[in-house]
């Protein structure tokens, strides 16, 4: 079987997220400041996702051009890493990525992007456009009732987004997306 090279994304692709991200970096980063106790319903994501995602990532091949967990510098890192490094241009919508209330509650009121938090439970794939609904279909059938599809790769049409994550804003705004390094301790 062809190895998933993690950097093979293609215009086209759409980038899936399995589950709720930040759930691990949100409850070590309360653990860190003593909080936990205080903040209720934060708990870590960590979890083996092979059961969930080897069968659909064999299904599917030839579609899956990039999977990656989120744990260090959380899906903002994982999406720079992969547009660097093939000078494409992926977008993604910050309302559609999956993220539990009470986790966005207390990194907001941090000062801290969910979207640089680590997820241990969680992955990041870029699958071809043609197949990704379906995809997120079979990952919801198999458990991951938050799979969802949060944006696309494409070709840059100005210089300035070469390489780059363009986020749109809940409200409609454009961001570049750059990863934020967050000191949390190395403790999985």
């Known amino acids: 079987d062809k190895p998933i090279i993690d950097k093979d994304i293609k215009p086209g692709d759409k980038i899936i997220v399995t589950s709720p991200i930040a759930e691990h970096g949100a409850a070590i980063l309360a653990a860190q400041l003593g909080l936990l106790d205080e903040v209720k319903n934060l708990r870590s994501d960590s979890r083996p996702l092979s059961r969930t995602l080897l069968p659909l990532?064999?299904?599917?091949?030839?579609?899956v051009h990039a999977a990656r967990d989120p744990t260090r510098g959380g899906i903002a890192a994982v999406l720079n890493e992969w547009v660097r490094s093939s000078n494409l241009l992926i977008t993604i919508h910050r309302d559609k990525v999956p993220i539990r209330e009470d986790v966005k509650a207390f990194l907001e009121a941090m000062g801290v992007d969910p979207l640089s938090m680590a997820s241990e439970g969680s992955a990041v794939l870029a699958v071809?456009?043609?197949v990704a609904e379906e995809f997120v279909k079979e990952l919801r059938s198999r458990g991951e009732d938050n799979a969802a599809i949060i944006g696309e790769v494409t070709k840059p049409d100005s210089e300035i987004l070469r390489g780059r994550v363009l986020a749109i804003t809940e409200i409609g705004g454009k961001i570049i997306l750059e990863p934020?390094?967050?000191n949390l301790p190395r403790i999985c």
């Open 57 to 63: 990532i064999k299904k599917y091949k030839e579609y």
């Open 180 to 182: 934020k390094s967050v």
């Open 128 to 130: 071809n456009g043609d």
